[in-house]
């Protein structure tokens, strides 16, 4: 064994004890791990109690391992250059060690579903093992879901990443790995919260930033202590993402805190508050490594020092391990509970029901829808760093596209963040508004914006020859097969017309409006399959197939009938859609369900005529200006071909002339002669 695996092994073990300890020490001081008598339900016994968190424990330590080791092949580690990118020979390595690190990940995922049987129940681990309890919580309970589709995927990752050995499947597996990280924590406390329409995506966040940062780190430990190539590319792209992991953890930790603890005095005076005080010390600690590698590890790096490097990453890496272990004891301990009973309506949709509806109160109740308002921020932010980076180097970016964009993000704003985020989900006829919007409205705006242009302008080629860096990803993901296809104009029709009609005439419905998670799908769905289309139709940004506008504007005409036909079935209908749901939130002031699903159908038949008349407007300027283009090139190709030409008759001109002359002076010799 040589001097770096002993290395290797030294740092897993001090950091496997580091969270091991804090768990314990949470659990304890928490009374995670303490007896409960609860009347009507057995005790699962002592071995659920410890095995539980022990277990979660080692399905986030694999999880973190795994994205880490996906995220060094696919990201961290520069790509070899050629016709043909390739993965390096380090970069393959960490593939197949990440594929035995998801074996384990899927296995502790297996043992967690096992012992939370155990724990709902309130049966022994045998028992359930042995009984026909296990396959009856799996279908029925969302925990056992989420867990499933954990050990599934990971399963997934573990088969295919030992035979890929390309950048886009390194890629492709690295995605996969960050989905299979989001069910679980989506249907813990978050789901039960009582603001749970903002601790789902502050939860769903905080995990998304955690594991990268976790794993890369661990990557960049192994990788330092093996004393392999390229040590410092690795650390200086890891040093850029780890500063977004770090704000994006900080935010959405204080978002989670705030949703569970709105008293501020709950973080001295309960158990999770002190648990949550405890993490937000390890937070600053691991902020002030951060800070450290940045201003001096970096440099010493460079300067090929990498000793400088493992000892404080392996420190760090101790710190994170001790943080994961108070973060499963802080989620096995249960925040204080509200001092008075939430109404129904409020467990259903996160808000009390809002008073009659008014147009004054549709504009000024705002509501903060914390996934939106995340969007939207970042959507923007990263618009304006475009454009602001093509200004600072001299180009110049159109206002009109970026007034478009930001008008866009305004309208996402208006239906998600003002009184009609709120009424959309007690009032079918809101809802149809902010469709409609979402779907047909915005998306005009934000493709007339030019996102993937300026994306590809203001991108820089990556460093090293070869590599594949943000631009980079972007051009093969825009001439990738995927894209060439879903971006075909009757495939994009196709999903912009029928998603609609499938979604509203099946049990999906009912199922999204009852589950945050699901009503945050479906309004990503109607805004990403709006864009699509209306890419394919009007967008400035490259695409794999454009139709001349004659084309266009037949599609146009084409598909905009098919939501009016949408319009008039829901006003012809007998039964309410989701009557479920819309029975158990219908305002006392509103009017019958049916009635109101009535006027959502008029207004999904009468707002087709306004994204119809902009794109048509839009469409004529372009035609318009497409044109002059066609003309202006034309001139310049005629002027181009006389010049040409006239070059020509000039040349045979002057030959003529030079035939002339020369025949004269041997004229003139013979006459001399």
């Known amino acids: 064994m040589n001097k770096g695996t002993l290395g290797i092994l030294r740092v897993a073990v001090v950091a496997f004890a580091a969270a091991v300890g804090t768990l314990v020490a949470g659990l304890v001081l928490g009374g995670a791990v303490a007896e ?71 296995t502790a995922a297996a043992g967690t579903l096992i012992f939370t049987v155990a724990d709902v129940l309130g049966e022994p681990v045998g028992q359930v093992v042995t009984g026909s309890e296990l396959s009856s919580y799996v279908g029925q309970l969302p925990q056992g879901t989420a867990l499933m589709l954990v050990v599934l995927l990971a399963v997934v990752v573990a088969l295919l990443a030992r035979t890929a050995a390309t950048p886009g499947a390194a890629f492709g597996l690295l995605v996969m790995a960050m989905v299979a990280l989001l069910p679980p924590p989506l249907t813990g406390h978050a789901a039960s919260a009582a603001n749970h329409s903002v601790a789902v995506t502050g939860v769903a966040l905080h995990v998304a930033a955690v594991v990268p940062w976790v794993g890369g780190l ?103 391990a001790a943080t994961m272990g108070l973060a499963v004891a802080l989620a096995r301990t249960a925040p204080p509970a509200p001092e008075t009973e939430e109404s129904r309506i409020k467990a259903l949709t996160g808000y009390e029901m809002p008073p009659e509806i008014t ?46 964009w930001f008008i866009g993000l305004l309208t996402i704003v208006a239906v998600t963040e003002t009184g009609v985020g709120r009424y959309a989900q007690v009032l079918f006829s809101v809802h149809m508004v902010q469709h409609m919007v979402l779907s047909m409205l915005s998306p005009i705006f934000l493709v007339m914006g030019a996102p993937v242009t300026l994306a590809l302008r203001a991108f820089k080629p990556a460093k090293v020859r070869g590599d594949r860096g943000p631009r980079e990803w972007l051009t093969v993901a825009l001439h990738s ?166 070059q020509q008759e000039d040349d045979e001109l002057a030959a003529y002339n030079a035939r002339l002359a020369k025949l004269a002076e041997k004229d003139d010799q013979s006459r001399k002669a």
């Open 36 to 106: 409960k008598i609860i009347p009507g339900l057995g005790d699962a016994g002592v071995v659920t109690r410890w095995g539980l968190p022990v277990s979660r424990l080692l399905m986030n330590l694999c999880a973190a391992v795994t994205v880490g080791a996906l995220l060094a092949a696919a990201v961290l580690l520069p790509i070899s250059g050629g016709r043909v990118a390739t993965l390096s020979d380090d970069a393959v390595g960490y593939l197949r060690a990440g594929s035995w690190v998801a074996a384990a990940w899927a």
């Open 218 to 320: 661990g990557v960049l430990v192994v990788h330092a202590l093996t004393k392999r190539d390229k040590l410092d590319i690795m650390a200086d792209r890891f040093s850029r993402m780890a500063l977004w992991c770090y704000i994006t953890v900080g935010a959405s930790g204080l978002v989670n805190v705030i949703a569970r603890l709105p008293d501020p005095a709950e973080l001295l005076s309960t158990d999770y508050g002190r648990l949550a005080l405890g993490k937000i010390a390890f937070f600053v600690v691991l902020g002030w490594f951060g800070w450290w590698h940045r201003e001096r590890t970096l440099p010493a790096v460079a300067e090929r020092r990498p000793l400088a490097f493992t000892r404080l990453a392996g420190v760090e890496a101790v710190v994170m």
């Open 359 to 404: 147009p004054g109160r549709l504009a000024s109740m705002w509501t903060f829808d914390f996934f939106f308002a995340v969007l939207v921020v970042v959507l923007g932010g990263l618009y304006l760093a475009g454009v602001i980076r093509l200004r600072r180097r001299g180009d110049a970016w159109p206002v009109g596209r970026t007034v478009s």
């Open 481 to 646: 097969r995927v894209t060439a296809v879903v971006a075909h104009p009757a495939v994009a029709t196709v999903i912009f017309v029928a998603s609609t009609f499938t979604l509203y005439f099946t049990s999906l419905f009912e199922g999204a409006m009852r589950n945050h998670l699901g009503h945050i799908a479906m309004s990503i769905h109607f805004l990403l399959s709006g864009t699509l289309f209306f890419w394919v139709l009007i967008g400035v940004d490259p695409a794999p197939k454009k139709l001349p506008y004659p084309g266009r504007i037949l599609l146009l005409f084409v598909t905009m009938p098919f939501h009016a036909f949408f319009g008039l079935a829901l006003m012809n209908l007998g039964q309410p859609l989701a009557q479920a749901w819309y029975t158990a939130v219908n305002p006392p002031w509103g009017t019958s369900v049916i009635k109101d699903q009535h006027t959502g159908g008029a207004i999904a038949w009468g707002f087709g005529e306004i994204p119809t008349f902009i794109v048509l407007v839009v469409l004529a300027f372009q035609w318009y200006f497409d044109d002059q283009r066609q003309a202006k090139r034309l001139d310049r190709k005629a002027d181009r071909a006389a010049a040409a030409e006239a």
